[in-house]
T-cell receptor, first 117, second 107 residues
Framework: GAGVSQSPRYKVAKRGQDVALRCDPI?????LFWYQQALGQGPEFLTY????????KSGLPSDRFFAERPEGSVSTLKIQRTQQEDSAVYLC???????????????FGEGSRLTVL | GQNIDQPTEMTATEGAIVQINCTYQ??????LFWYQQHAGEAPTFLSY????GLEEKGRFSSFLSRSKGYSYLLLKELQMKDSASYLC????????FGTGTRLQVFP
């Protein structure tokens, strides 16, 4: 597809379950970001990849959150032992160039809405 | 610390003009973005300002004053489809978002 694709679009998990959220960025995009968006709030930064390198993971709220991008394209955000406060929309965004040295916007996916019961 | 402030909600009438303000205090600055986000959808890019002044793009304009840490998004000839959240975001090592302004346009 032409845009950033995320799956699943909706996920319901029981507290304590592990979940994995997938992001397919636009083909060839170098930079990839994950954001968490609570209802009625702006997106909060989680982590940033430049190709396969995770350059910034300062926004991950706890060690239950883990992200990877092993081949520099598809990325997975994994949340272990989910808690109710993890309920949010998880947005993935990509950019064609190195974020730190170039201008240009981020292209966002529609997000994965996680509900933890 | 990082602080980006926008009004939480605004209302306006179809055909009118609305200005959404954003003030910021961030440790770094390499430009300011405005994104539009309809409920349940992806944020979509509206504008990017890196130098002071006004950038006009159709019905939408964005202004930046770096010395004042201030930006606004101006929407003219409002249409019902403009009802959405408008996100102000500062570019530094990452893109930092404000909480968003929910705009409701009434007929």
């Amino acid at each position: 597809g032409a845009g950033v694709s995320q799956s699943p679009r909706y996920k319901v998990a029981k507290r304590g379950q592990d979940v994995a959220l997938r992001c397919d960025p636009i083909s060839g995009h170098v930079s990839l970001f994950w954001y968490q968006q609570a209802l009625g709030q702006g997106p909060e930064f989680l982590t940033y990849f430049q190709n396969e390198a995770q350059l910034d993971k300062s926004g991950l709220p706890s060690d239950r959150f883990f992200a990877e991008r092993p081949e520099g394209s598809v990325s997975t955000l994994k949340i272990q032992r989910t808690q109710q406060e993890d309920s949010a929309v998880y947005l993935c965004a990509s950019s064609p160039r190195l974020w730190t040295t170039n201008t240009g916007e981020l292209f966002f996916g529609e997000g994965s809405r996680l509900t933890v019961l | 610390g990082q602080n980006i402030d926008q009004p939480t909600e605004m209302t306006a009438t179809e055909g009118a003009i609305v200005q959404i303000n954003c003030t910021y205090q961030t440790s770094g600055f390499n430009g300011l973005f405005w994104y539009q986000q309809h409920a349940g959808e992806a944020p979509t890019f509206l504008s990017y300002n890196v130098l002071d002044g006004l950038e006009e793009k159709g019905r939408f304009s964005s202004f930046l004053s770096r010395s004042k840490g201030y930006s606004y998004l101006l929407l003219k000839e409002l249409q019902m489809k403009d009802s959405a959240s408008y996100l102000c975001a500062v570019r530094e090592a990452k893109l930092i978002f404000g909480t968003g302004t929910r705009l409701q346009v009434f007929p």
